[in-house]
């Protein structure tokens, strides 16, 4: 049982260091992690629609609401209809937006890379399979 609690002790650590950079970028704009996770996956997958990004990031609507407002006039992310449908909403990061994910991003890939190179080939190998199993829950 202890180690389990070292492992959760650890993952709370890791997550407080892998957000620490991120969060006092995010901050100085008066933003936080729910920003930052709408403008990462927003990022990742160009043209989501706000029904595929609230599924993705598994929240109400009235959750999304407020940030993606907020982002969206803060010039960082647009909504376009869709041509196929008008009454669907297709998301995008603006210039400012991409610049300001690539920024976040840049910081935790960094801080994930030096960790993974220190650990080595085979624990990140480990590490991957045991997020899997965590997400799968």
């Known amino acids: 049982m202890g180690d389990l609690h070292d492992a959760i002790e ?19 704009r ?8 709408i403008l990462y996956f927003i990022g990742r997958r ?8 609230l599924d ?3 929240v109400s609507k009235q959750a999304l609401n ?3 407002r907020q982002l969206m006039e803060m010039d960082l992310v647009r909504a376009e209809a869709s041509t196929q449908d008008r ?8 210039d400012a937006g991409r610049k300001l994910e690539a920024e976040l ?12 190179d220190r650990a080595g080939a085979e624990a990140q190998q480990g590490w991957r ?3 899997g199993e965590m997400i799968k829950g």
């Not at 008066?30 to 996770?37: D, F, K, P, S, T």
């Not at 160009?46 to 990004?53: D, F, I, K, M, T």
């Not at 009454?87 to 603006?94: C, F």
């Not at 910081?107 to 960790?115: D, G, K, P």
């Open 10 to 28: 650890q993952f709370y650590f890791a997550y407080r260091g892998f957000t620490d950079r991120p969060d006092r970028i995010l901050e100085r």
């Open 30 to 37: 008066g933003l936080g992690r729910v920003h930052h996770r």
């Open 46 to 53: 160009p043209e989501v629609s706000v029904r595929g990004l």
């Open 56 to 58: 993705l990031l598994a």
């Open 66 to 68: 407020a940030p993606l």
């Open 87 to 94: 009454r669907v909403k297709r998301l995008a990061l603006t």
């Open 105 to 116: 991003t840049e910081a935790q890939t960094r801080h994930l890379r030096a960790a993974f």
């Open 129 to 131: 399979a045991v997020m």
